[in-house]
Each structure stands twice: as structure tokens, then as C-alpha cells.
């Protein structure tokens, strides 16, 4: 005789019974019913009865809530970044219920809800860092990130100069949401920005820019050519060049503690004030002087008048079609772009170290290859000058630009194994490596071949061919190239102190290959100053 089900599973209704599979698909359909958003749909399902709460509650269900991240946020970049010990369902859930929380904070953008300041500006940069098109929808369309980097912006530059968040004196914080405004904008939107918070934009931008000298550029000192530093340039790093050291920050990413470093502030800065520029010239006419010059160099020849060095047809291509490409204009290559930008942040917070977890490349080869268009920006000398006397403090509006069109072509030139490079100059002057002649010896002969470059060190004796690298070639060199694979396998020991496990918390392992370059040369032409020239700012 068979015996009956118990009477605990008698008080059980139907939908209770079910298998947790079963629940479990149910509750994915319902959490991504609605695809932008944090996973509200749930709450109601697990309110039901203790029975459902207690099988797709997040605690006993980290598979349910892993599933529900991948669906609604982009995890390809993750995946291919970081090892699996980073990628586990736990790790997935995890960063669902933190990016939940910080997409609800900037929805709502409270007062109360700055006590997180940093953590989200980081959080969000690197979800942007990640983004395959998910991300940015998450960010944009449910959070209104645009609004949110705009109270941000607006509340930073509000508080006294002096205080630790305002605007000049948090450079982490500034450098982020800089970034983040940049990362975020499209020709559309800068268009669409009323005038006067155009122009407010530009006017807090620009002491970056008549200052630039005194923030971060780079993710390391400058004057020194080879990277990790020696101990014995410690000291003398604030004295060779004046920049900071990257601002570092301990940071909880996937249930795991990462060390971070700040992306430089100046890039972001510029590129944020070049746009904006640019957007105002479009409303700006051409100065009636533009009729002085013939239409066409072909007009000109016509005419029977020598070739001009300027014509209104360049002067119209560079006032109003020489723009600057938005970070979103190459939203098509999708997050790889962004991995040598990734493995910066995590891996060059400490010119110091020789080992680091995280490391990969930084540099794709090839990456400045081609012809270049763009503007520079000229500050007007004593003005500047000026604006950068220690013990004064005139305004920075007082410096003006003038713009000039810059059209180059750079080529790359690699060091191959097993050939040794070109070694850079010992450090001395106080000028590191020798930053003033490009980190190459004094007394160096160049001469320029078809496929090469070639390299003759007068002092002492040593010639080294660095081949020219084609990017439009499947074998980009003049001859075979000598790539390996090798393997690298970490085995730090456990910590069990920390809340978070740490980079040395697991086994990281992952596969390396070698490119073959020991050393790159960057050679350039630039297109003589026939080019047009826009006086002010």
C-alpha cells in the first residue's frame, strides 16, 4: 500500500510543487520581461510564499540571478578579460545586485545618495568599459546617466574650491565623470545642448587646459622610457617631471578587490572641449577676408595665378567639417576597442610593479598607422604665460586660441626578436631618460627605407633595423615575424582575512602570446602651415 503524499506537501498549492527549473524559468521570463532596469518583476513572485521565496531567493539562487545579469547586461568583454575564477555564477549575481542598487541611485540622483560619489563614477566607467550596447542602454535609457553626470557636474563645481569633492581639487573624481561625460555624448546630444550650458561646459573645462601641465596625462612619469621604474627613481620622480602619480583606488568588482588607477584627466578634458567647439563654429560664418582667396586650386590654375597656399574651399572644409569623432562613432567594433583601455586601468596603477595579476595589452601594433586629420589648439603665448606665473592667479579666460588644422602620417617601426633595440639614455640632468630628444640617444643616424628603419648609435657603435609595419598587409612586415605562446600560471597563497577575496584569492591562469616586438618607433610628416588658421576661442 502506497503511503500519501505528507501533509506538508498537502498544503502546498500546485505552483509550489513545481520543480525548481521550472521556477526558475519563470522567474527569468518575468525579470526580463523588461529588458531595461534592475529586476523589479521579482518581488512579487517572491513574495508569494516562503516555499518560492525560499528557491529563487538570491542567497540560495545564484544561478537564477547569474542568467538574469547576462541577459540584461553585456558579459563577452568580462569573459574574455578575466580568467574563470572572476566569472562564476556567484561572481554574475553578485554584480547584478550591485548594479541594481547603483542604476537605482542614479535614476533617483538623491542628495543623500552622494555618500557613494566615487563608487558609482567607477562602478559606471567601467560598466561602460564593458559595453556591447547592453551597458549603455541600462545607463542611458532607465538611469538617465546624461541627466545624472550633469547634476554631478553642476554639484562639483557649486562646493568651495577647497572642499575634497570640488571640481579642481577631486582629480579622481573630475578625471571619472569627465570620462563619463565624454563616453556618454554623441554629435546629437552636444548639439542639442542649450547654448548656455555649452558655454558653461567649455568655461569650467578650460583651466584643464591653460593648467594642463599640472594634471595627469599618462599613467606614468613621462621622462622615464623604461617601465617598471627602479627603486632609486622614487625620489626623484617629483622633480623630474612634475605630474602626479596615478590616484589608485581598492575596488570590489565581480564579488572580487581590484586596485585601480584613475584614467588621466587632460584627454577627457580636451576632448570634451573640442567637441563643444566645434559645435559652436558650426553657427559661426566665415569671415568676409575668405573672399580674398580664389574658390579652387583649380580656379586658380585657370586663371592663369600661381598655386595658392590657401584656398576657400580648404578654409570651408576645416571651419566646418573637421570635426572630432565621438567615442560612440566607433560603437560598431564593440568592446574590444576598449581592452587595451581596461587592462591599463587595472594594471598601471604602480610604475613600481613587476608583477601584476591583471596585466595584457595595453597597445595594440599599429594603432597611430595612417594619415591623420585634426585641430590643435593654440594658446596665445603671453597670455598663457601669464595664466601659469607661480604666486598669480589671473583668469584663464584671458588665454585665447587660435586653431590650426594638423594633417600627418605616422608610421610604426618595431624591433623584432632577436634583434636588441636601440637602448634609451641613462637618466641624468633630472630629465629621466632623456624625454627632450624622444628617449633616443643624442648622436643617433637615421635613415628611412621602403620596409625599414634603420638605426646607427655613433657613441657606440650599434646598428638595429626596426621593420616598417604595414596594417594593410595580412604579414605586416617585409619579413616573417617570430610569435610565440607561453603559458603563465599564478599560485598565490590564500587570504582569509578580507570580506572579498583579493587578486591573490584564486588561481589565475590564462594564455599569453608574445608579439615579437621589443621596441617601437613612431615616425611622422606633417603637412606644412599652408593650412587654415582660426584666430579666438
Known sequence: MLAGPSASLRSLSPFELLDVPILE??????????FIGPPSELVPLLCTSRTINASLRFRSNHHLYSQIFCQKFDSAAVIRRLSWGRTT????????????????????????????????????YLILLENDGKNMAQLCLWA????????????????PREHPLSWVKDIEGTSLVLWLLWMSSDEESVKDEDSRVRNKTLTRLEPFLVHGHRFSSAYAPDAFFYLPLCAETEAAIPCTTGLPLPITRDFVHYGRKIKLAAPPLIPAALLNYVVRLEVRLDDNPLPSAVAQFP???????????????????????????????????????GSERLDNEWFRTVSCHDPWAVDRPLRGIFYH????????????????????????????RPSVQGVTWAHERISCVFK?????????????????????????????PRRLEIKHGIDDLTLHDRETGKTVRYETY????????????????????DLPPVCEDSQYETDDDYEEVFEQRTSGVTDIIITGEVRAPESPRVDGA
Open 295 to 333: 574658390e579652387t586650386r583649380a580656379q586658380a590654375a585657370a586663371m592663369g595665378l600661381s598655386l595658392p597656399r590657401l584656398t576657400q574651399e580648404d578654409i570651408i572644409n576645416f571651419h566646418f567639417h573637421t570635426r572630432t569623432r565621438f567615442f560612440g562613432d566607433y560603437s560598431g567594433l
Open 144 to 159: 538617465k546617466l546624461p541627466t545624472w553626470i550633469a547634476s554631478v557636474i553642476e554639484d562639483k563645481c557649486q562646493v
Open 25 to 34: 524559468r519563470i522567474a527569468f521570463y518575468l525579470a526580463t520581461s523588461q
Open 365 to 392: 601594433l599599429g594603432s597611430v598607422t595612417g594619415h591623420w586629420n585634426g585641430r590643435a589648439l593654440i594658446p596665445y603665448l603671453q597670455a598663457h604665460i601669464d595664466a601659469n606665473m607661480p604666486n598669480r
Open 412 to 440: 610604426e617601426h618595431h624591433c623584432l626578436t632577436p634583434d636588441e633595440p636601440i637602448s634609451a639614455p641613462a637618466e641624468a640632468h633630472g630629465w629621466g631618460e632623456d624625454i627632450l630628444n624622444v628617449w633616443l
Open 470 to 489: 604595414h596594417a594593410d598587409r595580412e604579414n605586416p612586415y617585409s619579413r616573417p615575424s617570430k610569435m610565440s605562446s607561453e603559458w603563465r600560471c
Open 89 to 124: 555564477v556567484e561572481c554574475f549575481s553578485e554584480e547584478l545586485r550591485k548594479r541594481s542598487t547603483i542604476l537605482t541611485r542614479v535614476r533617483h540622483r538623491n542628495a543623500e545618495n552622494f555618500a557613494h560619489f566615487q563608487e558609482d563614477l567607477w562602478a559606471i
